[in-house]
């Protein structure tokens, strides 16, 4: 296959990312999946685990052209762990990747897991350039009833990294909770086709949660829930096994 590092520039921050494009040249142009990471749970993964990168080979190897990057206050990208601004670095994510002549412009997926399915759906229901939406265990609304011990986690784990940021933890709770909810999005998906993957046991995201996306979302969506998943289901082959057999359907 073939990659290219890229570096996005999102309100003065460097968003770092990856494209992924089969080896052999296209007798048309690829479908494309751009996926979108969660939240990190603490400091880098262990040294076995390939990551997003292992993940987007895989879809590559199957004849998609993959982009994947790193939101503002993870990885190699600049900044501040901030999901309103996490929405600006997916925006500018599509449109960079919308813009490769070996997308087909027609099949543009973005693949979400927790935080990361929530700006998915945030973003994709103002854009129709993006054909449909995975969203893997997908929190109906993102709200902290006190901040301050996020904001303190997240500082710890090194996704804050600025003394002074936020401004106001007040307000950066507030626009967290009212701008990256995904529950007041969801139903502008819709007649793109929508699809919820959800682990029965999810530690993070209470599986009630599905079930309130599932119902506000419009036709056609799809519901699956993993019998014993917890939260990771990036790691869940069955789960990845899911989106694929899903993806197959929608081509």
Known sequence: MITRDVTLNVDDLNIVGRLFLPA???REPYPGICICHGIPSGKPHEPTDGGYPALAERFCRLGYAVFIFNFRGTGNSGGNLDLPGWKRDLQAAVDYFSDQPELDRTKLTLLGFSAGAAVAICVAS???RVSSVIACACPAQIK????LPVIE???SIGAIRDKGFPASVEDWGTAL???SSPLNFVNRIAPRPLLLVHGSQDETVPL???YELYEQAGEP???VVIDGAGHRLRRNDLAI???LDWLKFQS
């Open 24 to 26: 052999e040249a296209p």
């Open 126 to 128: 103002a854009d129709t």
């Open 144 to 147: 902290f009833d006190d901040p």
């Open 153 to 155: 986690h997240f500082r």
């Open 177 to 179: 909770s009212g701008a």
């Open 208 to 210: 009630s949660q599905a």
């Open 221 to 223: 969506r799809q519901l």
């Open 241 to 243: 096994n899911i989106v």
